[in-house]
């Protein structure tokens, strides 16, 4: 069992937190549940409402919020709206104290993760980016996965807290590297829930049937959790991974952006980005990624 902070810990941490959707509402959860109060924001009056219910305390801006807070914890949905609250008026950068510590949970542009981080060092504060893999289930349980890096002497300033929150903390090096990681994990997996999808509605045109496919393809090397998910929405109509087209589609167009900022280029994302994009186009960009079998099987020449 993880340790909690109690309130005659002296080192215990301000914790502001900025980001209350299906993620970070179950993350703060889950710190209220071990001993901490704190400091949020979020557009969202009901998810705010619901974390002050159980002691939290809401800050009126950024500014606010970064000047209470000894870690500041972002979950937020894209690169620009990260910019935005660091660079605002009345923004992070704007309040943050020496010694304080940004931790980026969202998944973000690696450029842009370290040209934050370079302008808090000049504040005399740190930033870890630390994004994350599981479920909304785990985070409020506290077993997430954590892709964290940055300055080393700065990660292990916050990695009681993390611990916290994940049941696996992995270091991965410079800022940038944890961004840079998710999107890699987040090509792979996105291409690998196309591919599968894709591979059911062909096998649903050329009349084969899509539970005897799943059986023979799951007995092999095919197999994964991955199939598992697709092989419930397109044989059973069940959706269920909790990651929407949507975001896939976000992260696949930060993946092609780092992927052109390293030199070279990624034809396979390309292709799996072409197809997100046209589902979401499609108005399907709220459903599942599995859900993208709808947009193959309708698929046309």
Known sequence: MKNTFKESDMAKPV???IGLGLMGGNMVENLQKKGFEPIVM???????????????????SAKELAQASDIIMLCLTTSDVVEKLMYADDGILA????????????????????KIGADLAKKGAGMVDAPLGRTPAHAKDGLLNIMASGDKATFEKVKPVLEMQGENVFYLGALGAGHTTKLINNFMGMTTVCAMSQAFAVADRAGVDRQQLFDIMSTGPSSSPFMQFCKKYAVDGVSDLGFSIANANKDLGYFLEMVKDLNTKAPIAEGTSSHLQAAFDAGMGDGNVPEIFDYFVKLEK
Do not use: Q, W
Not at 42 to 60: P, Q
């Open 95 to 114: 309040g943050i104290k020496e010694g304080a510590v940004v931790v980026d949970f969202g998944t973000s542009i690696p450029a842009s993760t370290r």
């Open 42 to 60: 979020d557009l969202n009056k009901d998810a705010v409402d619901a974390v002050l219910a159980r002691g939290a305390k809401e800050a009126k």
């Open 15 to 17: 914790v502001g937190f």
